[in-house]
């Protein structure tokens, strides 16, 4: 399995407009990209990479962004998932929360939030097993 140095997206979409825009906006950025147009691509690329970050289609024929998703968690639950979406009101940030999403974003996309929401989700998620202190101030003598 290749692993990149940088991180590594894959953007999955049946729209060949926005999947290009969108690799060519993360290439820019210095990501690693790779596409898919279809659930079934993305899986077989999956199989051969490892992605930091999925970006999909909620709806595409064949298999959608909600199967590929539960797929993706299965094989690997530390990848991050970004759904994608022109159905809004279709989907609620629980529901894609409860299948282990990151979170998802509504169509037409602006370059900025797209950006803002990729750096949020490569971020290290904490390390809670980590011993950690607590400092609280020290009261200010009265006078």
Do not use: W
């Amino acid at each position: 399995m290749l692993q990149h140095p940088t991180p590594c997206i894959l953007v999955v979409d049946d729209d060949k407009e926005i999947r290009c825009a969108l690799t060519r906006i993360f290439s820019k950025e210095g990501y690693q990209v790779a596409s898919a147009a279809s659930g079934e691509e993305a899986l077989a690329l999956f199989q051969k990479n490892i992605f930091n970050l999925v970006i999909t289609d909620l709806r595409m024929p064949g298999i959608g962004g909600l199967e590929l998703l539960k797929k993706i968690k299965m094989c690997r639950p530390e990848t991050v998932v970004i759904i994608l979406t022109a159905f809004c009101d279709e989907i609620t940030y629980t529901d894609i929360k409860a299948l282990g999403a990151y979170t998802y974003l509504c169509k037409p996309i602006k370059k900025n939030e797209m950006l803002t929401a990729v750096k949020k989700a490569l971020l290290p998620a904490p390390d809670y097993n980590q011993p950690y202190s607590i400092v609280f101030p020290q009261p200010s003598p009265s006078p």
